[in-house]
T-cell receptor
Framework: NAGVTQTPKFQVLKTGQSMTLQCAQD?????MYWYRQDPGMGLRLIYY???????DKGEVPNGYNVSRLNKREFSLRLESAAPSQTSVYFC????????????FGQGTRLTVV | GENVEQHPSTLSVQEGDSAVIKCTYS??????FPWYKQELGKRPQLIID?????GEKKDQRIAVTLNKTAKHFSLHITETQPEDSAVYFC?????????????FGTGTRLKVLA
């Protein structure tokens, strides 16, 4: 039981490049989330997926897109990376009907130069 | 929009002393308040949570209190130990409302001095 797995763990991009952050959970959770963590800003919600087939914007969605590929997987895409997107990205999941605890992945440290 | 304010941003205490971190939420419909601990370089992990039908909850050296009228909730750590040093995040959400998301505070870096 791996929990929530994110790939990659580290990434350096040049401004304007695109990339996709992958997230998979093996806990059969309905809901999945993408957060970014910046110093002094806490964890800010980018997008979330309440259940398979649905996605919604969070607090800071600009510059990102997401895909809920299936119940297990939720990806985050940066179409044209900007230095302001340098951050640590966390994926999380939970099942509101069973247990409200959110489980986090190990994080992806992204640097845009 | 929904907002959670957290104070202080940094907190230093001597080992054995108590630490208190406070959060205020804006949405009066919020009914679930978890606290997460994040050690350096690690992922956030749940340490305690409270629902709006309860005023206080304890788990060994950790307790959380909730004042729904004032829209405040606080984390209390007693007899602090060096391993309590970490960043702590509060969050608020509305379980059962059809809104499936957490709004986090900005975090408190707790340093326990030996």
């Amino acid at each position: 039981n791996a929990g929530v797995t994110q790939t990659p763990k580290f990434q350096v991009l040049k401004t304007g490049q695109s990339m996709t952050l992958q997230c998979a959970q093996d806990m059969n959770h309905n809901s999945m989330y993408w957060y970014r963590q910046d110093p002094g800003m806490g964890l800010r919600l980018i997008y979330y997926s309440a259940s398979e087939g649905t996605t919604d914007k969070g607090e800071v969605p600009n510059g990102y897109n997401v895909s809920r590929l299936n119940k297990r997987e939720f990806s985050l895409r940066l179409e044209s990376a900007a230095p302001s997107q340098t951050s640590v990205y966390f994926c999380a999941s939970n099942d509101w009907t069973a247990n409200t605890e959110a489980f986090f992945g190990q994080g992806t440290r992204l640097t845009v130069v | 929009g929904e907002n959670v304010e957290q104070h202080p941003s940094t907190l230093s205490v001597q080992e054995g002393d108590s630490a208190v971190i406070k959060c205020t939420y804006s949405d009066s419909a919020s009914n679930y308040f978890p606290w997460y601990k994040q050690e350096l370089g690690k992922r956030p992990q749940l340490i305690i949570d409270i629902r709006s039908n309860v005023g206080e909850k304890k788990d060994q050296r950790i307790a959380v209190t909730l004042n729904k009228t004032a829209k405040h909730f606080s984390l209390h750590i007693t007899e602090t130990q060096p391993e309590d040093s970490a960043v702590y995040f509060c969050a608020a959400s509305k379980v059962g409302s059809g809104t499936y998301k957490y709004i986090f505070g900005t975090g408190t870096r707790l340093k326990v001095l030996a």
